[in-house]
């Protein structure tokens, strides 16, 4: 029952769309062809494995970028997880009864209800308010460095530079106390 499979060419001719002479014809000219190649040492460019080569190369170079790409954002993922967890274990008692703290992020002012003692420790440096998820937590300046470390947009209010710039030698208002801890 098994049926024997036909070349190309013999499926044509039994067919009837070409001659026996044809057929002849054709393969002896691919013979020519291939033997004048041996004779003459010539190599002839296959245009179809070309494009495949090419399109190949062109697969994994583009694989390679994905593949980078999603290194990245894995790393950022494992960053950010980082971040979170830092702020969950070294957050600090916020006072909701407490004075209001007033704070810019992205240009808008925001508010935290923090206790007296902190809210000076914020503005002397000592404590660091930081973005944890849509909330703000405080924590102490050496865990904010930590966190800037790891993701910098994450710290959003460290006063410890602002701290250290004040004390200049030259400064002709060194003497005069900026009053930078006004309740708005």
Same mark, same amino acid.
């Given at each position: 029952m098994? /049926? $024997? /499979?036909?070349?190309?060419?013999e499926q044509l001719l039994k067919s009837g769309l070409v001659s026996s002479a044809q057929a /002849?014809?054709?393969?002896s000219d691919?013979? +020519?062809q291939v033997q004048q190649q041996r004779n003459n040492n010539v190599i002839v460019v296959d245009e179809a494995k070309e494009l495949v080569k +090419?399109? $190949?190369?062109?697969k994994i170079l583009r694989d390679r970028e994905l593949n980078q790409l999603r290194v990245q954002h894995e790393e950022q993922k494992h960053l950010f997880a980082?971040?979170?967890?830092?702020i969950e274990l070294n957050k600090l008692p916020k006072?909701?009864?407490?004075?209001?703290?007033?704070?810019t992020d992205n240009n808008k002012i925001k508010t935290l209800y923090v206790?007296?003692?902190?809210r000076e420790q914020i503005i002397r440096g000592k404590l660091a308010i930081v973005r944890l998820g849509d909330g703000y937590e405080v924590v102490l300046s050496n865990v904010a460095e930590k966190i800037s470390l790891r993701h910098i947009a994450s710290v959003?209010?460290?006063n410890e530079q602002a701290v250290a710039d004040v004390v200049k030698e030259d400064d002709p208002y060194a003497n005069y106390q900026i009053p930078d801890d006004m309740i708005w």
């Open positions: 098994s /049926k $024997q /499979k036909l070349s190309l060419q /002849k014809s054709v393969k691919k013979r +020519k +090419k399109a $190949q190369a062109e980082q971040v979170k967890q830092i006072d909701s009864d407490g004075l209001a703290y007033h704070f206790s007296e003692t902190m959003i209010v460290d």
